[in-house]
């Protein structure tokens, strides 16, 4: 196959930052994406509706020109948030997830959920509105080796929350384990999952054999190889639970390669391109649509886009950097390397 079309993808799980950072980064979500889940974590964090829809429109205004893509905001869920919080984000309709870190978890999630007790009358009201809960799925507990922060997090978190709210409807974010893959395949259709291209595409040793490569760490951590091959394994299985998610998560140069470096992967300027060569590699690029086009709207029960993209085998280079305001400057996910497929329409 030399060319690919597809329905044109959504990314269910994006960090757009706020200021300088957002103005660089926005257009090259827009130029591939239809519509994109926000994600709350500024500083500070975006808990509240007048918050999203402030958030929504500093979006909006950096956006170039004639632009139709579409940003679908989030909540920040802390211990305070209530039921009226969440009702009135919904009837907002822009408003289209509720996001909960755990306290501690990852970046700017200071201000997330110290024990999920504290937010019963919300997730109540998420779950009567059938408004999506996304999960960072990692226990917090110093106890707990940062490998294994998902797969706990699963029994001692995420089992006893559906639980207690069977109807929610639930998006474990970025998931990075067999154990998750499986939890997800195993339960009912109100639990879905994004996976990002990185954890598609590499495992631990990318980052870690012959040299430490900050701009593979992010969070949760890449995993070994055993949990690579899972998550090619449900991604590309047609399973309508699982879809795209980059977690594209933006930091300076300076702030990725330093002594105490920031988590986080950009991978959004090449989001599809990335994803089309883990597909094909796996030998399933006729999955590919389900996974970046339709599994999301479905799920969200929202349409799916009307317009198409295209990508042809040829390759690239990545640039070795990217601005990113105020003179500073971002380093792709795989600065310098090629890559095997393109985005060439943009419909
Ligand atoms: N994924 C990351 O490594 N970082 C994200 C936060 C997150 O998604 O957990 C960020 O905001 O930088
Ligand atoms: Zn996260
Ligand atoms: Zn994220």
Known sequence: MTSITLTRPDDWHLHLRDGAALEAVVADTARQMGRAII????????????????????????????????????????????????????????????????????????????????????????????MPLLVHGEVTDSAIDIFDREAVFIERVMKPLIERHPSLRVVFEHITTADAARFVSEAPENIAATITAHHLLYNRNHMLVGGIRPHYYCLPILK?????????????????????????????????????????????????????????????????????????????????????????????????????????????LCAGDSLPWRLVDTG
């Open 224 to 332: 070994r190889e055993r949990h690579r091959e899972a998550l090619i394994e449900v991604a590309t299985s047609g399973d309508p639970s699982f879809f795209l998610g980059t977690d594209s998560a933006p930091h300076g140069r300076d702030d990725k390669e330093s002594a105490c470096g920031c988590a986080g992967a950009y991978t959004a300027f090449a989001a599809i391109e990335f994803y089309a060569m883990a597909f094909d590699q796996a030998g399933a690029l006729d999955r590919l649509e389900g996974f970046a086009s339709h599994h999301g709207p479905d799920f969200y029960r929202l349409p799916r886009n009307a317009d198409s993209i295209t990508l042809k085998r040829e390759e690239w280079q990545v640039p070795a950097e990217l601005p990113f305001g105020e003179g500073k400057t971002l380093v792709p």
């Open 39 to 130: 994600m709350p974590n500024l500083k500070p964090p975006v808990t509240n509706l007048e918050q999203a829809l402030a958030y929504r429109e500093r979006i909006l205004s950096a956006l170039p020109e004639n632009s139709q893509f579409e940003p679908l905001m989030t909540l920040y869920l802390t211990d305070r948030t209530t039921a009226e919080d969440v009702e009135a984000a919904w009837a907002s309709g822009r408003v289209k997830a509720v996001k909960l870190y755990p306290a501690g978890a990852t970046t700017n999630s200071d201000s997330g959920v110290t024990d999920l007790k504290h937010c019963d009358a919300a997730i109540e009201a998420m779950a009567r509105l059938g």
